[in-house]
């Protein structure tokens, strides 16, 4: 099996990540993948996070079975933390990387990824090796961003140098910031055919107050708190002092009225032929 390409994790686990992606769920981020699901299948989630999609899941194959793999094993204290508080009794959490896993081929029904392509450095293999370990029949779900169609109203220079920003920190590690648009061809390449390829999009939109607080309020603290920071001074895309001017934006942001996001996924569901 290969071993895991040279790909920096733009985003980091500072708390101001895992709030957005404790956020996540089956509902508001695997929508596309829930008409598929029968309550006996095998799932395996892969770069799972703080695995609240991983458990949602679960609970939606009461008799099957849920496995969480993430190469980051903090986050993974948290996730089996709250499976407990969950009472769930089908699902855990294993270390390692979706470039280079141990399970054998034909394992899983269904192989789900959200957001997890765009950080590697090679998301062809990747979804090999995610094409691997599915049955004949299965079903692998992948749901990536498109960050540069991503719009934002009212106007802001600040936004739209932050999302200048992130675009180049996220290439300069090795990612692909609009990996979204790109998903169907990326499976092609790694071996599904065009006709079990079923492609869709879909979006978060973030409007209400306590939505754009939360929405902006987690970018306004990244800017200052992440991975990004550091990632963005050293890579030599903005100083100290523009990331401030960034977080700021996303303040105002948050206080304008008529205040809009509204971030684009590209999405895949990818049937192995028997």
Same mark, same amino acid.
């Given at each position: 099996?290969?071993?895991?390409?040279?790909?920096?994790?733009?985003?980091?686990?500072?708390?101001? /990540?895992?709030?957005?992606?404790?956020? %996540?769920?089956?509902?508001?981020?695997?929508?596309?993948?829930?008409?598929?699901? =029968?309550?006996?299948?095998?799932?395996?989630?892969? +770069?799972?996070?703080? +695995?609240?999609?991983?458990?949602?899941? *679960?609970?939606?194959?009461?008799?099957?079975?849920?496995?969480?793999?993430?190469?980051?094993?903090?986050?993974?204290?948290?996730? =089996?933390?709250?499976?407990?508080? =969950?009472?769930?009794?089908?699902?855990?959490?294993?270390?390692?990387?979706?470039?280079?896993?141990?399970?054998?081929?034909?394992?899983?029904?269904?192989?789900?990824?959200?957001?997890?392509?765009?950080?590697? +450095?090679?998301?062809?293999?990747?979804?090999?090796?995610?094409? %691997?370990?599915?049955?004949?029949? +299965?079903?692998?779900?992948?749901?990536?961003?498109?960050?540069?169609?991503?719009?934002?109203?009212?106007?802001?220079?600040?936004? #739209?140098?932050?999302?200048?920003?992130?675009?180049? /920190? *996220? %290439?300069?590690?090795?990612?692909?910031?609009?990996?979204?648009?790109?998903?169907?061809?990326?499976?092609? #390449?790694?071996?599904?055919? %065009?006709?079990?390829?079923?492609?869709?999009?879909?979006?978060?939109?973030?409007?209400?107050?306590?939505?754009?607080?939360?929405?902006?309020?987690?970018?306004?603290?990244?800017?200052?708190?992440?991975?990004?920071?550091?990632? *963005?001074?050293?890579?030599?895309?903005?100083?100290?002092?523009?990331?401030?001017?960034?977080?700021?934006?996303?303040?105002?942001?948050?206080?304008?009225?008529?205040?809009?996001?509204?971030?684009?996924?590209?999405?895949?569901?990818?049937?192995?032929?028997?």
């Amino acid at each position: 099996m290969a071993e895991k390409p040279p790909a920096t994790y733009t985003s980091g686990h500072h708390e101001s /990540v895992l709030r957005s992606h404790k956020w %996540r769920s089956a509902a508001n981020s695997a929508a596309y993948l829930l008409p598929s699901l =029968r309550s006996d299948m095998s799932i395996l989630d892969v +770069g799972c996070g703080p +695995g609240t999609i991983t458990m949602d899941l *679960a609970e939606l194959v009461p008799n099957g079975e849920v496995i969480g793999l993430d190469p980051e094993p903090t986050v993974l204290d948290q996730a =089996r933390a709250d499976v407990a508080a =969950r009472g769930l009794n089908n699902v855990r959490f294993e270390v390692s990387s979706v470039h280079n896993m141990s399970y054998s081929d034909n394992a899983f029904d269904v192989v789900h990824g959200h957001q997890i392509l765009q950080h590697s +450095g090679e998301p062809v293999q990747a979804l090999r090796e995610m094409r %691997r370990v599915l049955k004949p029949g +299965g079903i692998v779900a992948c749901r990536e961003s498109d960050f540069s169609v991503n719009s934002w109203y009212p106007e802001s220079l600040g936004i #739209e140098r932050f999302q200048d920003v992130y675009m180049r /920190v *996220a %290439r300069s590690n090795g990612g692909d910031p609009t990996a979204g648009r790109k998903l169907h061809a990326w499976a092609r #390449e790694a071996g599904f055919e %065009r006709g079990d390829i079923i492609s869709s999009a879909s979006t978060w939109c973030f409007t209400s107050l306590e939505e754009k607080e939360f929405w902006g309020g987690m970018w306004a603290d990244r800017l200052l708190h992440s991975a990004l920071v550091q990632q *963005a001074i050293d890579g030599g895309h903005a100083t100290q002092g523009n990331l401030v001017e960034m977080s700021q934006a996303w303040r105002d942001w948050i206080g304008h009225p008529d205040g809009r996001f509204v971030f684009q996924h590209g999405e895949i569901l990818c049937r192995k032929r028997d």
